[in-house]
């Protein structure tokens, strides 16, 4: 692994996975389908893409209280992604994961640093801890 970031731990977990970092940020609702883990929102430059299993890099959110029900659905259908990487913390997004821990399901680990570093391909392994491993994009 090339880069190791230390990273606010907002849910703490380890995940790893390719590194999908997002042109703009995005509201949850409307804007990801929870059942395909796609981006569905028409104007977004990353519509089409799905966030399923990826290293989400987050340069921000828009939207409500309704992004927490959006990532719940998103973990429960499997369609989530690896893990969530915020340039500025958002508790309403994170509470998603944590109401899927609440209901045994699995939780992610959701983190805030700078995302500077982080491009799309990327190989990302995160530690507990807030420990971030980023690799070669493919």
Do not use: N
Not at 35 to 52: E, F, M, N, R, Y
Not at 77 to 86: K, R, S, V
């Amino acid at each position: 692994m090339g880069l190791t970031l230390q990273a606010e731990a907002i849910i703490d977990g380890a995940a790893a996975g390719p590194v999908l970092r997002l042109a703009e940020p995005i509201s949850f609702w409307g804007g990801v389908d929870p059942l395909s883990g796609k981006i569905i929102q028409p104007t977004h430059p990353d519509c089409g893409v799905s966030i399923a299993g990826k290293v989400l890099v987050l340069p921000g959110t828009i939207g409500s209280s309704s992004s927490s029900a959006i990532m719940l659905e998103l973990i429960r259908e499997g369609m989530a992604p690896a893990a969530i990487i915020l340039s500025k913390a958002d508790a309403i997004l994170a509470l998603g994961a944590v109401v899927a821990g609440e209901l045994e399901l699995p939780m992610l680990p959701v983190l805030r640093c700078d995302i500077d570093a982080f491009e799309t391909g990327q190989w990302a392994e995160i530690a507990e801890g807030g420990i971030i491993r980023l690799g070669e994009a493919d």
